[in-house]
């Protein structure tokens, strides 16, 4: 079934320092897996995503790597700023079956960066 | 476009009512789905869409039903509101991608419901 963990629950960082987010997920049918950002207050916003059969993907400060065997994908923000302080969720769709186009959450990153 | 349009945005409810979260888009998105968000515990499926006539339960279901009559509109009905159900419900739709692919999902700017 779908589950999804992600770690840490917290995270606070300097500014300019880099932020990595991890989530783990247990079907290996899953085969797309965003990231979004949710300031506070707002409604969450995709920042990134990648498909299974990409292993990294990257957008100016951010990038999101894939590891297919140990069922793990991670969200790099590097050179931190204020303003990229939010909620992070990361999030899988399991490919085709009973579960078609679900997206299945993770709990949640509180990232923090200070000035 | 305006996305996807919630109301309310805020909304305190008695133990016992009952009331409908509507949810509408104008992305001729197939599919739908309503998320609660609460703290830790991330944002947890309630149910979903996947066109006009077809819903399917998600994570939590119980005390809430959903109906899809037409593409743009996907509304929540809580039967008898508990304060258990005080939450921040965000609706989201997509498109479906080709191959099965994922695509971006757009949400509702979210309902801050109270149960008391």
């Known amino acids: 079934g779908e589950n999804v963990e992600q770690h840490p629950s917290t995270l606070s960082v300097q500014e300019g320092d880099s932020a990595v987010i991890k989530c783990t997920y247990s079907d290996s049918a899953s085969n797309y897996f965003p990231w979004y950002k949710q300031e506070l207050g707002k409604r969450p916003q995709l920042i990134i995503d990648?498909?299974?059969?990409?292993g990294e993907k990257k957008d100016q400060r951010i990038a999101v790597t894939l590891n297919k065997t140990a069922k793990h994908f991670s969200l790099h923000i590097t050179e931190t700023q204020p303003e990229d302080s939010a909620v992070y969720f990361c999030?899988?769709?399991?490919?085709?079956?009973?579960?078609?186009?679900?997206?299945?959450f993770g709990q949640g990153t509180i990232l923090t960066v200070h000035p | 476009n305006a996305g996807v349009t919630q109301t309310p945005k805020f909304q305190v409810l008695k133990t016992g009512q009952s009331m409908t979260l509507q949810c509408a888009q104008d992305?001729?998105?197939?599919?739908m789905s309503w998320y609660r968000q609460d703290p830790g515990m991330g944002l947890r499926l309630i149910h979903y869409?996947?066109?006009?006539?077809?819903?399917d339960q998600g994570e939590v279901p119980n005390g809430y039903n959903v109906s899809r009559s037409t593409t743009e509109d996907f509304p929540l009905r809580l039967l008898s509101a508990a304060p258990s159900q005080t939450s921040v419900y965000f609706c989201?739709?997509?498109?479906f991608g080709t191959g099965d692919w994922g695509t971006e999902a757009f949400f509702g700017q979210g309902t801050r419901l109270t149960v008391v």
């Open positions: 992305m001729n998105h197939e599919y």
């Open positions: 869409s996947v066109g006009a006539g077809i819903t």
């Open positions: 999030a899988e769709k399991i490919a085709g079956g009973t579960s078609y186009g679900k997206l299945t």
């Open positions: 990648i498909r299974s059969n990409v």
């Open positions: 989201a739709s997509r498109q």
